[in-house]
Each structure stands twice: as C-alpha cells, then as structure tokens.
C-alpha cells in the first residue's frame, strides 16, 4: 500500500524568494516520487522524478526536490520564485519497476506568487 | 509531437444524456490511462490500458461508465446515462511504457459539466 500527504493545500511567497513545498510519502516496499505541476486549464506536467538513483533530484524550471528515506520525505523546492511557478503542485507515489501503474496523487498544493 | 489530444474540452449536458469523451495518446505509447479530477476526491484514476487491453478497470465508478481502445491510436471513455455528480475534469495521460515510474504525459483535459 502507499499514499502521500501534502502538508498545505496552498502556499503564498513573494516574487524572487525560496519556494517550499512539502510531501511526506508512505509506501511499502521502494518507492518512486514525482512531481507534477498543473496550470490552469491544463493537464498535469512532470517536474522531476526519483527512482533510486540521487537522492537530490533536479527538475525542470530550476526545482529540484530531496528524497529523504528516513523521514519519508520528498519536498519540493525552489530558491526564487517567478510568477509563472504560480500552479497547483502534486507529489506523486507509485512502487519501482515494470509491473506497476498505479499512481497515488496528493491533493494538491496551489502556489500564489505574489509580485 | 501534438502531445495527448483530448476532445472536448468542454462538454455540458443535461442528465441522462450519453457523453463520450475522446483521446488521442502520444504516437509510440503503449499505456494509456483515464484520470478524474474533482476538488472533493482529488485525481483519481479510472481505467489503465496496456497494448489497447484494458488491464485495470477497478477505478471505473459504475456501470454507467465504460471505456474502449479500439487502437493504438484511440480511446473513448462513455458515460451512459450522465448524472450531475458525474461533473469533474476528465484527463487523458499515456506513457511509453508500463511501469509506475514512468512518465506520463498528460492532455488538457476535458472539463465536464452535467446539470
């Protein structure tokens, strides 16, 4: 089994400071985590991805996200904010490896960027 | 590449109606999926394809629901009779391979209303 908790459903930061957002992940057995962003009036687009290689995974538009077993941990980060990041952000969980395909969403953070 | 097509992006009926939402997954992709998004329950997926063979279908909310890949190349996903609390974003995502770590790509989404 596996699910995943995204601590704020929405998080306020000023243009040009650091961007938190955080996920805790439960799973069973070796997890894979992403990042997905939506923007409004569009589908879901992957920001990076963990899949036991680093633990510091960098992604797309200078995010980047650190997998931290001990805390079950895979939070979000960026170090200045753009108003473009301003998106709904889901943490994803699913197990490693070809026989699986279920995806567990978070519910989701929505990110204002505030100029 | 188009990207995943879906079509309509936007549909609104009345109750009882049939609604057939449609997809057109990325060339080369063997797994496609059906997701619905709603503020209440989140992402939620429906139906999992893999090779056009429907392989997990335990998402799908009842029997008014179904869902067919005649090809590689096309999905619709049917409603039959619509009800209001059927209303949600339905989204489209395929990806290259099976396996819960890869990515998916996902399209716009269908926005749909039943009143």
């Known amino acids: 089994a596996q699910s995943v908790t995204q601590l704020d459903s929405h998080v306020s930061v000023s243009e040009g400071t650091p961007v938190l957002l955080r996920c805790n992940y439960s799973?069973?057995?070796?997890?894979?985590l992403f990042w997905y962003v939506q923007h409004p009036n569009k589908g879901l687009q992957l920001l990076l991805k963990?899949?036991?290689?680093?633990?510091l995974v960098k992604g797309i538009n200078g995010f980047e996200a650190e997998f931290k077993k001990s805390e079950t941990s895979f939070h979000l980060t960026k170090p200045s904010a753009h108003m473009s990041d301003a998106a709904e952000y889901f943490c994803?969980?699913?197990?490693?490896?070809?026989?699986?395909?279920?995806?567990?969403f978070g519910k989701g953070t929505k990110l204002s960027v505030i100029p | 590449d188009a990207g995943v097509i879906q079509s309509p992006r936007h549909e609104v009926t009345e109750m009882g109606q049939e609604v057939t939402l449609r997809c057109k997954p990325i060339s080369g992709h063997n797994s496609l999926f059906w997701y619905r998004q709603t503020m209440m329950r989140g992402l939620e997926l429906l139906i999992y394809f893999n090779n056009n063979v429907p392989i997990d279908d335990s998402g799908m909310p009842e029997d008014r629901f179904s869902a067919k890949m005649p090809n590689a190349s096309f999905s619709t996903l049917k409603i039959q009779p619509s009800e209001p609390r059927d209303s949600a974003v339905y989204f489209c995502?395929?990806?290259?391979?099976?396996?819960?770590?890869?990515?998916?790509?996902f399209g716009s989404g269908t926005q749909l209303s039943v009143l």
């Open positions: 994803v969980v699913t197990l490693t490896g070809a026989g699986s395909y279920q995806l567990t």
């Open positions: 963990y899949t036991s290689a680093a633990t």
């Open positions: 799973s069973s057995y070796s997890p894979s």
């Open positions: 995502a395929s990806s290259p391979r099976q396996g819960g770590d890869e990515k998916l790509f």
